[in-house]
């Protein structure tokens, strides 16, 4: 059969999942189906076939080389906010000194501070910016990416956000899916009136954002401090008769219901996720709701960890993600959050594998296409450095160990 490129004498070929499968839970979590001594090939951006060095097809050119190399899926990072303006790090600073993320966003800072910033930047200014971390977080491994709005917070600067978004959609090879989050916080136009400026996300940013197609989900920040759960429920209603499936930020400050409100809604995902107990792991059982974990930021500010083995002791599957902002994680780089997965989360390094690539997939909606090594999925393919195994990855924290990183069946040149 004709292909494209080969990739052959992998030591291991590692997350090999049957088609159809949408997500990996509970035990299940610890198994990762792997070749070792193997090959894949790509044809037409795709992946046309793998197995052992022993079958392996002839070619003659546009082969790559990967002994001593593990390959395995590019990584899914499905809750991000890479599209903002500037840096926080007068605020990283006041933490270090002691003030707490809510302080600092009840002062005025935090998101309120990026959102100053965001509605002073152009479009191209803003698009100028989120390229170079797109490209970063390629360069890390990371073939799709969920993207959020969130800071602009009036209906022209978040439509403003949205069609960064829509621009990287188109200009980049990364698959990138975008999600509306008004609900990010209250700005100061609506200080002491929540209520007041969730109607203005229902009755004018919803209409408008979905007008033009720009999202693929909808978010809310519901926690302690934040958005209510009454509040909540209200976009989440609008949201749903718009036709968005939502992703919501939950339970990362206090045991505020966001989980529950989440499985209610059909959200597709609950994430962050540091206050879950009992009610919260049973609410989730047998639903469709993707638990995504987001250690980058418990580890920022400090916060508890939330509880993963007793989420994958319950049977519950749970995605990794980087939650990249410039407040609570300024970070896209992937395989340090599979590092604080297994150092911090106390989870094996089968299990991190699985949460950032199927089961993130999942949770922004692409694992029909991305997240495994099956045939037919898009040819996303990370090749690490001669490295001893898979668990070498996560173990060996801080090392750059990805020497290639292929989407749509393509090298891309910028490591
Ligand atoms: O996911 N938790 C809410 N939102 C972001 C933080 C955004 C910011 O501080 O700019 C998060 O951590
Ligand atoms: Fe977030």
Same mark, same amino acid.
């Given at each position: 059969m004709p292909m494209d490129l080969l990739i052959k004498n992998i030591k291991q070929l590692v997350q090999i999942l049957e088609p159809g499968k949408r997500w990996v839970a509970g035990s299940e979590m610890s198994k990762l189906s792997l070749i070792e001594n193997s090959w894949i090939s790509i044809r037409d951006g795709h992946i046309l076939d793998y197995g052992p060095m022993h079958l392996c097809p002839k070619v003659l050119e546009d082969e790559i080389d990967a002994s001593g190399r593990v390959v395995m899926p590019a990584f899914c990072?499905?809750?991000?906010?890479?599209?903002?303006s500037g840096s926080r790090e007068q605020e990283f600073v006041d933490r270090i000194k002691g003030l707490s993320y809510e302080e600092i966003a009840q002062r005025g800072g935090g998101i309120n501070n990026s959102a100053i910033r965001l509605r002073k930047a152009s479009e191209d200014e803003l698009y100028e910016e989120a390229l170079l971390r797109i490209k970063e977080i390629i360069s890390q491994g990371t073939g799709a990416v969920e993207i959020k709005s969130g800071y602009g917070l009036d209906t022209e600067s978040e439509l403003k956000m949205l069609r960064v978004i829509r621009r990287l959609k188109k200009t980049t090879p990364i698959t990138i899916r975008s999600t509306f989050l008004g609900a990010h916080a209250v700005p100061p136009e609506y200080l002491n009136n929540q209520d007041g400026y969730v109607d203005l996300i229902i009755n004018e940013m919803l209409p408008r954002v979905t007008a033009e197609g720009l999202a693929d989900f909808a978010d809310v920040f519901c926690d302690r401090g934040f958005f209510t759960i009454d509040n909540t429920s209200r976009i989440l209603e609008a949201a749903a008769q718009y036709g968005l499936r939502a992703k919501i930020h939950a339970n990362e400050l206090d045991f505020s219901g966001g989980i529950q409100v989440g499985v209610k809604y059909n959200s597709l995902s609950v994430d962050h996720l540091e206050y879950t107990g009992q009610e919260e792991i049973r609410s989730l059982t047998g639903s469709g709701t993707m638990p995504t974990l987001l250690p980058g930021a418990a580890l920022f500010l400090g916060l508890i960890w939330p509880p993963a083995r007793a989420m994958i002791e319950a049977g519950l599957p749970i995605a990794l993600s980087s939650?990249? @902002?410039?407040?609570?994680?300024?970070?896209? @780089?992937m395989m340090l959050i599979l590092s604080l997965g297994c150092i911090?989360?106390?989870?094996l390094p089968e299990e991190v594998i699985h949460a950032a690539t199927i089961n993130s997939a999942y949770a922004m909606g692409v694992e029909s296409e991305l997240g495994s090594i099956t045939r037919g999925k898009r040819a996303n393919l990370i090749i690490t450095r001669p490295v001893s195994g898979y668990s070498f990855l996560p173990y060996a924290y801080g090392s750059d160990l990805i020497e290639r990183i292929i989407l749509n069946g393509r090298i891309i040149e910028n490591k």
């Open positions: 990072d499905s809750h991000t906010h890479l599209v903002y939650d990249y @902002n410039p407040g609570s994680s300024p970070t896209g @780089n911090c989360l106390k989870m």
